[in-house]
């Protein structure tokens, strides 16, 4: 059974950095895509950025050359390392895998009936 649980959010102000961390469980990084989705109150859950289970990243256009996703596989942990943050950062952020959307695709599958799996969520928040 999957399960992916976040850590890691928290509050900080604008310029500031914080990092992400998702424990997965019953997942092998070899067999599937990790990423990153957030939610902001009122609107649509976005794509943030996707590790494809052969190592390529793909990033949102809002978080690109800010944000970096990485994973360590000797402890089954996925991690977003976020800099420059700015207000309209601010959101839920949630873990996701999936064995069969990557890269660009991943990106856009939050409301896909068939996408695999969900953690449940961290809130970021970034004051000004």
């Known amino acids: 059974q999957v399960q992916l649980v976040e850590s890691g959010g928290g509050s900080v102000q604008s310029g500031g950095s914080l990092r992400l961390s998702c424990a997965a469980s019953?997942?092998?990084?070899?067999?599937?895509?990790m990423g990153w989705f957030r939610q902001a109150p009122g609107k649509e859950r976005e794509g943030v950025a996707v590790?494809?289970?052969?190592?390529?990243?793909t990033y949102g256009d809002s978080v690109l050359g800010r944000f970096t996703i990485s994973q360590d596989n000797a402890k089954n942990t996925l991690y977003l390392q976020m800099n420059s943050l700015k207000p309209e950062d601010t959101a839920m952020y949630y873990c996701?895998?999936?064995?069969?959307?990557?890269?660009?695709?991943?990106?856009?599958?939050?409301?896909?009936?068939?996408?695999?799996?969900w953690g449940q969520g961290t809130q970021v928040t970034v004051s000004s």
């Open positions: 996701a895998a999936d064995r069969h959307y990557s890269g660009g695709y991943f990106l856009l599958a939050a409301k896909s009936r068939d996408f695999g799996y």
């Open positions: 019953g997942v092998t990084y070899s067999s599937y895509h």
């Open positions: 590790i494809d289970s052969d190592g390529r990243t």
